[in-house]
């Protein structure tokens, strides 16, 4: 079998899909994207092709290897991400040639289902308890907010208030049983993290996610004794190596690879067998289209350390189009009780809608994530 075309599709909502063909009829998909950088890893993903057309797709790990260490540049956000998605389509590629899934290819499944949680309010903190009700009457036990708006290195005392009273409105609406993320989104700087985490220990929250930016991860392991919530990352971190430092460094209790960011299913599994090796869980991050979840899923089904998975129906990112728009059967991912099943078809297991992805292709996207900045005129981070 040999890969003879790589074909990218930007669709909306802000979502890159690669469609890799083989001369035997069996054809491969894959998410490769980065948020608000999608033509660029489109055109990643062009490029990787040549070493890629007339390959055997079957050799994953050895393909694998050539993108990322052929080319004497490595690691970050673009390449990593257009290996990520073109790594996708070769398991599934893989397991649609043998009739199974890829978690059958990894050892099989250490479970069933997963549990999952759905995010609510937007990236400014509103009617949040509205929603995380609403949220728990559609059968989710877990929830994640955004924490905050754009922050100060030192900020004033009524922005912590206010976060205070949004965190407090959500417990009163669904209890103190219901998971609570909260994601600080990097937005947050070490000074105000610390303010922060102390005045949130009461509020037993099942992760805090990005207390600073990955760029600050000495900071890690003071901000953790500053709070009983578990310390949550990883978005922004793209190989095993840049996961290295973190474990080795302490203070992070969950990490949150993104498979299509952190070089797709195979290094993804790498990363982490790594964190159970220091007792850390795992929680991939995914807020993303259908292909992106089920490569998370076929992930969760064999790494023993996942305990909750991200998922994006219904987010607020996804207004022209959402998670099940791209999928034949709708039904694909089994939401029940707050779980989802781990899909049994072959290779990613689910079914692309190819003529709908070509139609909606034609519209495409310019997604950007918005631009804050501070009272003072400086630039925000968001």
Request: net charge negative; hydrophobic share 40%; charged share 25%.
């Amino acid at each position: 079998m040999k890969i003879t075309r790589l074909t990218t599709y930007l669709v909306p909502p802000r979502w890159c899909f690669v469609r890799i063909e083989t001369d035997a009829g069996i054809v491969g998909w894959g998410e490769p994207v980065v948020e608000g950088r999608a033509h660029t890893v489109a055109a990643a993903v062009d490029e990787l092709s040549d070493y890629l057309v007339g390959q055997d797709p079957r050799r994953v790990e050895d393909l694998w290897n050539v993108m990322y260490r052929g080319g004497f540049y490595r690691g970050g956000p673009i390449l990593m991400s257009a290996i990520a998605g073109i790594d996708q389509a070769l398991w599934d590629i893989k397991g649609k040639a043998l009739g199974v899934p890829v978690h059958e290819l990894l050892g099989g499944r250490v479970r069933d289902r997963i549990r999952v949680y759905s995010w609510i309010g937007g990236d400014r903190p509103g009617d949040t308890a509205r929603a995380a009700r609403a949220a728990v009457e559609r059968g989710f036990t877990a929830v994640k907010m955004n924490a905050t708006e754009e922050l100060h290195f030192v900020d004033t005392y009524d922005k912590v208030t206010r976060l205070l009273e949004n965190v407090q409105a959500v417990r009163d609406a669904v209890g103190p049983e219901v998971g609570l993320g909260l994601d600080f989104h990097g937005r947050v700087h070490k000074p105000m993290a610390k303010v922060l985490m102390r005045e949130l220990a009461p509020y037993k929250l099942m992760f805090i996610e990005e207390p600073v930016l990955s760029d600050h991860l000495e900071a890690l392991p003071e901000l953790a004794s500053l709070s009983p919530a578990p310390i949550a990352l990883g978005e922004r971190l793209y190989s095993r190596y840049d996961f290295k430092r973190v474990l080795q460094m302490g203070g992070v209790d969950i990490i949150q690879p993104d498979p299509s960011h952190a070089g797709g299913i195979t290094e993804t599994r790498k990363i982490a067998a790594m964190a159970e090796a220091y007792d850390v869980a795992l929680a991939l991050h995914c807020p993303l289209g259908p292909i992106a979840l089920a490569a998370n899923l076929q992930l969760d089904g064999v790494c023993h350390n996942a305990f909750i998975q991200e998922q994006s129906l219904g987010i607020h990112y996804n207004a022209a189009n959402d998670l099940l728009d791209y999928v034949t059967d709708r039904g694909v991912f089994a939401y029940e009780d707050g779980y989802v099943t781990i899909p049994d078809g072959p290779g990613l297991g689910i079914e692309v809608n190819e003529t709908y992805v070509a139609e909606r292709a034609e519209v495409g996207h310019r997604w950007r994530n918005p631009l804050w900045r501070h009272a003072d005129g400086s630039v925000a981070e968001w």
